[in-house]
């Protein structure tokens, strides 16, 4: 029996979709002769757009301002998206399920649009989600755990479950008590899976479909005794 958890909170990008932008920051400082490090990875991954290009400007030593920087990213990205098409990661329906058969209101979350990120790619499962909140827009307060939380289901902390790709959410998440599973991003270039461990993410998973009930109920139990983070 779940004694804490309510909610559980998804990220799009990377966790039920795949990861079509680390690997397309990697090519976009490689292109100007910079070495793609753990630091350009979590100063440009996972902050809101703006931020993004003034830090790949500053990484990249360009004159350009983060408005035209993040345009051309993006211009980038549409190339690398003709050959990595983005696509709905296997069979996510089977966790969704779980949460739903647990009583838990399931909503999702990322950096662009609800028209891109939601309806788009994962309309086919809206019924798993939450009819009201499907999908949050968090760019503008990456990392957005707190939007989320205070904003959107108006909840205590440690009535949530986040589950994401990057470091920097289970970060956040630790610092308000909520719960988190890492789907760590694991491509050759990316620095996710030794973050993770770093924060000390006691719930990692290689595939959002590995997620099953024995997940929930032992992060439910960590957080009533206060130990998940400990």
């Known amino acids: ?12 990008d990377g966790v039920l979709l795949n990861d079509t932008y680390s690997p397309v920051i990697k ?28 830090n790949l400007s ?50 999702s979350y990322g950096g662009r649009n609800r028209e891109y990120s939601f309806d788009r790619f994962l309309s086919k499962y809206k019924n798993l989600f939450d009819p009201e909140t499907p999908y949050v827009d968090i760019n503008a307060k990456r990392p957005g755990m707190l939007q989320i ?23 956040a998440c630790k610092s308000t008590g909520s719960g988190f599973i890492g789907v760590p991003a694991s491509m050759n270039h990316n620095f996710q899976l030794m973050e993770m461990q770093y924060t000390g993410v006691k719930h990692m998973v290689k595939y959002f479909s590995d997620i099953d009930e024995g997940h929930i109920l032992s992060i439910d139990k960590m957080i009533t005794g206060g130990t998940l983070w400990s």
């Open 1 to 12: 029996m779940i004694n804490n958890i309510k909610y559980v909170a998804i990220d799009t």
């Open 27 to 54: 090519k976009f400082v490689e292109k100007y002769g910079v070495e793609y490090t753990s630091s350009i990875e979590r100063s440009v991954w996972g902050s809101p757009q703006i931020t993004a290009g003034h």
């Open 58 to 107: 500053l990484a990249c030593k360009l004159p350009h301002p983060g408005e035209k920087v993040i345009g051309e990213f993006f211009k980038l990205r549409e190339e690398y998206l003709k050959t990595h098409p983005v696509e709905v990661m296997p069979n996510i329906e089977g966790p969704l399920n779980m949460f739903n058969r647990l009583g838990m209101k399931v909503i």
């Open 149 to 171: 939380i205070e904003e959107i289901l108006c909840c205590d902390p440690s009535e949530v479950i986040f589950i994401d790709d990057i470091n920097r959410a289970a970060e």
